[in-house]
């Protein structure tokens, strides 16, 4: 019911910025919450940032808050996550999320999700 295709990875110096974006496709994109997730070589996928339909509840990891930024443009089917004074730690495979209802920082409860898009972050 909904396709999300990420872009925007690549490999950037610790310190530097990148953004990433999540495109949809669906007619319903912009009643549903949406969210990035991370997962590193040997880790869980963890939450990141979340953000609402209207935009109005943002939440992010404690590991990123403050350096990463997440946005939502409705009329133009994506969502975006700027992430500025990145870390090595930051290095992940990084996928969009989408469900119905209320922001969620629990990857389960995403019904929906893109392929992933590498970020690596060089020291």
């Known amino acids: 019911q909904v396709q999300l295709v990420e872009s925007g990875g690549g490999l950037v110096q610790a310190g530097g910025s990148l953004r990433l974006s999540c495109a949809a496709s669906?007619?319903?994109?912009?009643?549903?919450?949406m969210g990035w997730f991370r997962q590193a070589p040997g880790k869980e996928r963890e939450f990141v940032a979340g953000?609402?339909?209207?935009?109005?509840?943002?939440y992010y990891a404690d590991s990123v808050k403050g350096r990463f930024t997440i946005s939502r443009d409705n009329a133009k089917n994506t969502v975006y996550l700027q992430m500025n004074s990145l870390k090595p730690e930051d290095t992940a495979v990084y996928f969009c999320?989408?469900?119905?209802?209320?922001?969620?920082?629990?990857?389960?409860?995403?019904?929906?999700w893109g392929q992933g898009t590498q970020v690596t972050v060089s020291s």
């Open positions: 999320a989408a469900k119905e209802g209320v922001v969620s920082t629990i990857a389960a409860e995403y019904g929906y």
């Open positions: 669906g007619r319903t994109f912009s009643t549903y919450a």
């Open positions: 953000i609402s339909w209207s935009s109005r509840n943002v």
